[in-house]
């Protein structure tokens, strides 16, 4: 069964302390791996779409990396205003559904 | 150009009522797709619409039904609604088309059964 993990559930960094968060996947056929910010009560936000291992993209503080068993989402001298929950997805098989881990809860404090 | 909208915001029901929820996708997608997401969560997938047609269901009963409009535009009913239906329910749209598989989504619906 095409499962999704991530981890730690719950980070608090101070600001400028860099960290990563991890998403580990068991699928039939990656087709896409997807990474999500949503704040509380909102709609989750689209960040990142990596579609095969040694694939990287990065935004602002924000860095995104493939191995054929795990995504890292390096965060890169965070500010207060990265707190929020981030989100791993993959698509997988012949199915254009999404299957999300339960997230990672950033709290950065200055 | 707008995002992906969702309405209402919020609503309130009662156990056994049933309730519509509504969605309008991101200019130039043409599929819709919704998922629960309760409290702590990541979203459940519950199903895809794509030319007026459920296209894929995920693990819910079939208390949870959907209509997809001409203009893309998408519903979700629950019927008989339970306790545990409250949730946040999200829509996302995506194109059929793009060389992607991204899934945009709106901003929920927050749904409470009393």
């Known amino acids: 069964e095409d499962q999704v993990t991530q981890s730690p559930e719950a980070l608090r960094l101070q600001e400028g302390e860099s960290s990563s968060l991890n998403c580990s996947y068991t699928v039939s056929g990656l087709r896409g791996l997807f990474w999500y910010r949503q704040d509380p009560g909102k709609g989750p936000e689209f960040l990142f779409t990596?579609?095969?291992a040694g694939e990287e993209k990065e935004k602002e503080r924000l860095k995104a990396t493939l191995t054929k068993k795990e995504s890292f989402l390096h965060i890169t001298a965070p500010k207060p205003e990265d707190s929020a929950t981030y989100l791993c997805?993959?698509?997988?098989?012949?199915?254009?559904?999404?299957?999300f881990g339960a997230g990672t809860r950033l709290a950065v404090h200055p | 150009d707008a995002g992906v909208t969702q309405s209402p915001t919020h609503l309130i029901k009662t156990r056994g009522q049933q309730v519509t929820l509504r969605c309008s996708p991101k200019s130039g997608h043409d599929t819709v797709s919704w998922y629960q997401q309760a409290l702590g969560q990541g979203p459940q997938f519950i199903f895809q619409?794509?030319?007026?047609?459920?296209?894929q269901r995920g693990n819910f009963p079939d208390r949870f039904s959907g209509h997809q409009f001409p203009n893309y535009s998408s519903e979700l009913n629950v019927n008989a609604l339970l306790l545990g239906d409250s949730a946040l329910y999200l829509c996302?749209?995506?194109?059929?088309?793009?060389?992607?598989?991204?899934?945009?989504f709106g901003p929920g619906t927050r749904l409470t059964v009393t």
């Open positions: 990596l579609y095969s």
């Open positions: 619409y794509y030319e007026e047609e459920e296209r």
């Open positions: 997805a993959v698509l997988a098989g012949g199915y254009n559904k999404l299957i």
């Open positions: 996302a749209s995506s194109s059929r088309t793009a060389l992607s598989y991204e899934q945009y």
